[in-house]
T-cell receptor, first 113, second 117 residues
Framework: DSGVTQTPKHLITATGQRVTLRCSPRSGDLSVYWYQQSLDQGLQFLIQYYNGEERAKGNILERFSAQQFPDLHSELNLSSLELGDSALYFC????????????FGAGTRLSVL | AQKITQTQPGMFVQEKEAVTLDCTYDTSDPSYGLFWYKQPSSGEMIFLIYQGSYDQQNATEGRYSLNFQKARKSANLVISASQLGDSAMYFCAMREGRGNQGGKLIFGQGTELSVKP
């Protein structure tokens, strides 16, 4: 168990809908990262938050947004969903220090039908 | 631009034998970190081992070791005494910078390892 909790584990929804993925980082970790894993794109970095502030952005679509709350949990919001958004979404957390090992949650598998 | 290359889409190894999974990387940053993760069929991503670019010694964690050859820009994972439970997808990843400010991971395409009894 990595200590990173993601909910829900599975999500099935229809095109055009909006969903929210939730992540609770390991105790003490201030950095939260979101990644998307799909068959065609592989593992792609989406966005990083550090202590409530956005720190870095990757290939995140404008339809997607994220935030980190004062209790350090994070949410990834995906809207106007398309079939191509079907993927495994990972949250990871780390202590931003030398090394910065990222520990991943179990992921949320999103299926857009 | 930073890049990770894993040239072995799939590999087989006999149980109890050692196996090496290849990883090469490209970066212009003198400070970086290299990571290996394991993804079993259940889907979770499990951290295995980390090597910093300034580390003099190769990293080891139990049956895992990282063969770090800086001049060749390679960071191969060696798994000794393979077990059936080692069957999984293995990803090599890199982070530029020292990490004290965080930093995204760039992943390779992965190598699927199958351990034969």
């Amino acid at each position: 168990d990595s200590g990173v909790t993601q909910t829900p584990k599975h999500l099935i929804t229809a095109t055009g809908q909006r969903v929210t993925l939730r992540c609770s980082p390991r105790s003490g970790d201030l950095s939260v990262y979101w990644y998307q894993q799909s068959l065609d794109q592989g593992l792609q970095f989406l966005i990083q938050y550090y202590n409530g502030e956005e720190r870095a952005k990757g290939n995140i679509l404008e339809r997607f947004s994220a935030q980190q709350f004062p209790d350090l949990h994070s949410e990834l919001n995906l809207s106007s969903l398309e079939l191509g958004d079907s993927a495994l979404y990972f949250c990871a957390s780390s202590v931003a220090r030398e090394g910065n090992i990222q520990y991943f949650g179990a992921g949320t598998r999103l299926s857009v039908l | 631009a930073q890049k990770i290359t894993q040239t072995q889409p799939g590999m087989f190894v006999q149980e109890k034998e050692a196996v090496t999974l290849d990883c090469t990387y490209d970066t212009s940053d003198p400070s970086y970190g290299l990571f290996w993760y394991k993804q079993p069929s259940s889907g979770e991503m499990i951290f295995l081992i980390y090597q910093g670019s300034y580390d003099q010694q190769n990293a080891t964690e139990g049956r895992y070791s990282l063969n770090f050859q800086k001049a060749r820009k390679s960071a191969n994972l060696v798994i000794s005494a393979s077990q059936l439970g080692d069957s999984a997808m293995y990803f090599c990843a890199m982070r530029e910078g020292r990490g004290n400010q965080g930093g995204k991971l760039i992943f390779g395409q992965g190598t699927e390892l199958s351990v034969k009894p």
